[in-house]
């Protein structure tokens, strides 16, 4: 394919991308602001973190990805996530420039929602991902790069995949995210998207460390995610 045929579709790219745009800032205002809330209400109850509380969170995470991948789905793949776009890419599913576009979207998606979320709420901005006590960047890295290979396989198997249950993908995917936030949550805050990392992150000045490791964990994701649906494929 020559350079020119990348961009003969670019018109089409820079509408879904736009849409990626609105519907990332859609999923990630729902689900941080879940987050936010229980947050919020711990704090209040002067309570830490509770099983209840890592529920509430993957519960809003896991639906807000249901319902927005629902509305998206059937215009741009409902993806909100680079990690998805990168793994789409690798398969042969999207052209380079839409991935570059996508990704562009997803990140001012994520910086537009968490804006959007700092003033509405009250308080500071409690969404940010860390690696929690006793948690080295090793094993921060292996855990995201694990459960963003889950959501990858997910999506490439229910959505990327043709079949009688693909309309019903966003339901598979939400569940997916819902399961790894109920292992990851307590110890990364389960991000398997740089994008969600990154938009609370760029909003409040970066205020915690090691922020390398929600690019490189859900990259690494990406690609095992990625080679494995290919292998399966042969």
Known sequence: ???????????HDAQAALLEFIGTTFFLL???GGIQAATGEAITSSGGSTIEQV???STCMGLSLLVSAWLFFRVTGGLFNPNISLALLL??????????LFCIAQLLGAIAASGLLLAL???PLSVNTFLQQGINPAQGVFIEMFITTALVLAVLMLAAEK????PF???GIGLTLFACHLWAVFYTGAAMNTARSFGPAAVTGFPYPKHWVYWVGPFLGSILGA????????
């Open 163 to 166: 079949h009688q249950a693909t």
């Open 1 to 11: 394919m020559s350079p020119a045929d990348h961009f003969s579709t670019l018109k």
């Open 55 to 57: 529920l509430y969170i």
């Open 91 to 100: 398969v042969g599913v999207i052209t380079p420039v839409r991935f570059v």
């Open 227 to 234: 080679g494995f649906y290919s292998l399966l494929k042969q």
């Open 169 to 171: 993908a966003p339901v």
């Open 121 to 123: 709420t009250p308080g």
């Open 30 to 32: 729902l689900g941080l």
